[in-house]
């Protein structure tokens, strides 16, 4: 079994680079085939995609991004309903997850992976470290965390390798 923690945390850059911070870690822990882009490649390549923030919205990210051959990915949501009294259902490799963070005051996005389905926990790869942290010198961090962390809203999206 992979050692995903041998792949360095990537911190983003600023509030919005969590989409690209969290892919460009994910393509890289993943390899296969994949781009190795950093989180700058992805921000020049789809800022046409963001928000006046810098924020690429979830369902760009997931419907349109997450979806593109190259990155061989294949995404789709859940309500988080389904996962109340059961596993998040990852498998052995890293997932993107994409869920409603009310401290950061809207929708972020992690990569999980060694989930310990009986304690219910996984590790996650935390691009917003520190936090509050300033832009441009956040390291990312490895962080256990409670299946329950992800649960908050009525849906997640869940990107997996296809």
Known sequence: MANWK??????????M???AASTSWWLKALGGGRPQLTQTDLIVQYTKYCDDDGGMPHNTFMNSM???ARFM??????PTSMFANSPLLLGDRPVIIV??????????MNVIFDQDA???TVTAMEPYHPYPG????????FIERPETFYLKGSVIGLVRAA
């Open 6 to 15: 041998d792949t360095k945390p990537v911190g983003q850059f600023d509030n």
């Open 118 to 120: 009986s304690k219910r």
């Open 134 to 141: 300033t832009d441009g010198s956040r390291t990312g961090q």
């Open 99 to 108: 869920f409603t963070y009310p401290l950061l005051g809207g929708t972020h």
């Open 17 to 19: 680079a969590c989409w």
């Open 66 to 68: 997450a979806k593109e």
């Open 73 to 78: 990915m294949k995404s789709a949501y859940s």
